[in-house]
């Protein structure tokens, strides 16, 4: 289903040879309209890729015609060589395509700091144009794999129109967005405004509270497309709501893939003075290295959990901090709850739910555990 | 030598039960005077354990008389109860030692979240009692070791006076200090203000810059002692240069010794706007998990560089930043630099530096590989 679930789109999914084994490595996806709305999230990263710098720019317009997709080279750390050649690939697929170049986005993930192989890349955008297709989302986002074992695609369904789309990712999620590149479409009938406030406030609490290995990418990019093809205008909110389970169930999938990971942990701050101070003890506790390395061995150390909660600026007092591990208060009012022996931790999923007792406001944060599988990826070859 | 380098001082160590397996578990420090002044600096953590926040109180009254430290337990996060045990346990050897208990420090390191077995520490506070000596500095040394392979202990001579000390610490090296006991004497005659500006001036370039896994203890102790026994008064510069010796090689030995780690990482980053500025910059880098993997896989990832100095908000500009790993300037201008293949990364020590371009001030960071090793020590059991 992937980008191709909703009306107006056609995609494709080559191997332009970008990559050294032969995988797909290039996608395209393009807008058939009659819409071209569009809009966008970057990595909050200041060393940015050359293509989230020039697609930045495209998304100004709030037009978008075509989106060119490469793994196999992250196009970062490139200089003005590295612009120059994601210009040229937009400039490549306006002309195979007919289109607008400054409507075109690029996205790139990979290896940081090596130029791509123009060559191969753009003679990969002819080849991609000549294989598009109305189901080829699938095959778009296998191209856009990078360590990721599997492709990720999500689809909801609205009375009339659809949300779709594709996500690549494993390492280095973080905030303001994980290495992710993700495309979102719609056939709904939707202006640029309703788009741009719609991505905005999912992402805000999906993309962005997923924290795999606290690492922020220089590539990370989010894009909706909406081609109107429909000719249904659905209800901002009920529209705004399938953009959010779109983006909660790929962030989920990213998770659940995420590079060497063997848990998948649910930190649940609640009673907290504000959503800010949520947010805060969530990250502070999914990015401890100690706790992570714990419950990959399945110890529910909560005194790792408030170790990390100590660190934070949130309002809470020590002595009334309470916490979970799967279902039992293993803490409570800052010291020993009940038996950590009464903790099953034989699942992949993990939950922790911190309570600090200062307020009403709650937030969630996904991430995983710390395991040395993780640690070989990361370090027995560049990526 | 350790903390009885220093005339003024006895100590001990002994096994007093606290670890199950049987190994040192509680030090005495003593200062026999004339002088009983002290400094102390502790943990940021918000989430204090109860001899934290028990020498916190004795600190402000400027004289400490002697020290109890246990290993085998943290007495973190264990409620009044915890509270009372830290009380009487400087209660127990300021009876057996005829001391004023208000002038007893006590630290702990250990699992969080579990009370002592008080009848042994207080047995044990007798035992140490008994084996005070003035050679008693490295059996105290070792009986506060947790996961540390080796015990620490260092020493500087001055012109008739000296300074040494002990500390433990292995994992859990973080901000705001480490996870880290550590207790300094000196037998130079000088008063409270000049320790207590020596200790902060020393700690704050030294342990506080020891970052070996970003998380913040529970539990951090230094302290430092000065009986006034060498009736000497040094010069303040060079009484604080030594101090800062002492932290500085202690420092070093910390990061040896860290959890698992093949490599030590001295993250330089110079061209800074602001020594604050260099100060992020370095924690950033020096806590990217992916960063930390690739130099275990003694790969010149600079790219992982660049994307852990982007999250900052540091004075730069991407198109300015230089990187050189262990002499090799690999990336220049934010581009690739000098061929990757140049570096060498056989050796323990790898040195990284960044170059902001942006100023004339620097900082160091110290921190260390992320392994597969320091993943099993952290999940195969509770610590």
Known sequence: MSVTAAKGFTASGIAAGIKENGNPDLALVVNNGPRLAAAGVFTSNRVKAAPVLWSEQ????????AVVLNSGGANACTGPKGFQDTHATAE???????????????????????????DKLLAGVETAAAQLGPHGGEKA????????????????AGDGWTVGGMAKGAGMLAPGLATMLVVLTTDADVDTGTLDSALRAATRTTFDR???????????????LASGASEVTPDRAEFAEAVRAVCDDLGQQLIRDAEGASKDIKVEVVGAATEEDAVEVGRSIARNNLLKCAIHGEDPNWGRVLSAIGTTGAAF????????????????????????ELVDMRYREVHIVADLAAGAATATI???DLTADYVHENSAYSS
């Open 366 to 368: 996904w991430t995983n």
């Open 317 to 340: 007092e020590p002595d009334q901090l309470n916490v979970a591990i799967n279902g039992v208060w293993v803490c409570k009012n800052g010291g020993v709850g009940e038996d950590r």
């Open 141 to 156: 986002a296998i191209a856009i794999k990078t360590t990721d074992t599997v492709h990720k695609t999500s689809v909801r």
């Open 58 to 65: 495209v998304l100004k317009g709030g037009q978008v015609s």
């Open 210 to 224: 997923v924290d795999s290995d606290g690492c922020m990418s220089t590539n990370d990019t989010v894009l909706l």
């Open 92 to 118: 490549k697929a306006a002309a195979v395509l007919d289109l607008d170049a400054g409507e075109v986005a690029v996205a790139s993930t990979g290896l940081i700091g090596v130029l791509l192989p123009m």
